[in-house]
Antibody, heavy 120, light 114 residues
């Protein structure tokens, strides 16, 4: 069955870095685009970034542009989110979520979430 | 960006009764080329990730009970839960994927038992 298992996350100081991972199984990873979505008490669900199935296209929400980088290893079936220059407002639960090849559909499967806390 | 606005923010429903949640988008999410509304509904229970329950505004995801239904077109949409059950207590979100990026969500509606 389809599984997205997340790892990473934790407590970091402002300005530091963190990397999240999302390991996929049960389907052909390389055929799907993937998103990162975060959930914060103040903003609810907020889309963060997307990477195309072939890894050639990425888009980011404005608040994370230049600080976050999404990548994928199709040989290992893993999606990553590298977060640099973290800010207090980046605190929240981060989810990876699957989309279609063209990234034009709803998100049909989600990871269990990774909690990121940015605090001094 | 398309802004998604849900109402109400919270709702208390008696078991066996009907719950109705509205979602309005600031621009139409209907793709004229396919005559399809790019609108999804998710259910999120405490401690769990969101779960897709409705796609294309009115299509139930596989395995979702038929007491859940979606309707609407263009800029106004409704999620209806008939015969409300205790396991339906959750926060419900709408999402548009018509004009992206960004993909945008409503603020959520919390549904509880009255």
């Amino acid at each position: 069955q389809v599984k997205l298992v997340q790892s990473g996350g934790g407590v970091v100081q402002p300005g530091r870095a963190l990397r999240l991972s999302c390991a996929a199984s049960g389907f052909s990873f390389g055929l799907y685009s993937f998103h990162w979505v975060r959930q914060t008490p103040g903003k609810g669900l907020e889309w963060v970034a997307v990477m195309s199935a072939d890894g050639r296209k990425t888009f980011y929400t404005d608040p994370v542009k230049g600080r976050f980088t999404v990548s994928r290893d199709n040989s290992k079936n893993i999606l990553y989110l590298a977060m640099n220059s973290l800010r207090v407002e980046d605190t929240g639960m981060y989810y990876c979520a699957r989309d279609t090849t063209a990234a034009e559909r709803e998100f049909d499967y989600w990871g269990q979430g990774s909690l990121v806390t940015v605090s001094s | 960006d398309i802004v998604m606005t849900q109402s109400p923010d919270s709702l208390a429903v008696s078991l066996g009764e009907r719950a109705t949640i509205t979602c309005k988008s600031s621009q139409s999410v209907l793709r004229s080329s396919s005559n399809t509304n790019y609108l999804a509904w998710y259910q999120q229970k405490p401690g769990q990730p969101p779960k897709l329950i409705i796609y294309w505004a009115s299509y139930r995801e596989s395995g979702v009970p038929d007491r859940f239904s979606g309707s609407g077109s263009g800029t106004e949409f409704t999620l209806t839960i008939n015969n409300f059950q205790a396991e339906d207590v959750a926060v419900y979100y709408c999402q548009q994927h018509s004009q992206t990026p960004p993909w945008t969500f409503g603020q959520g509606t919390r549904v509880e038992i009255k």
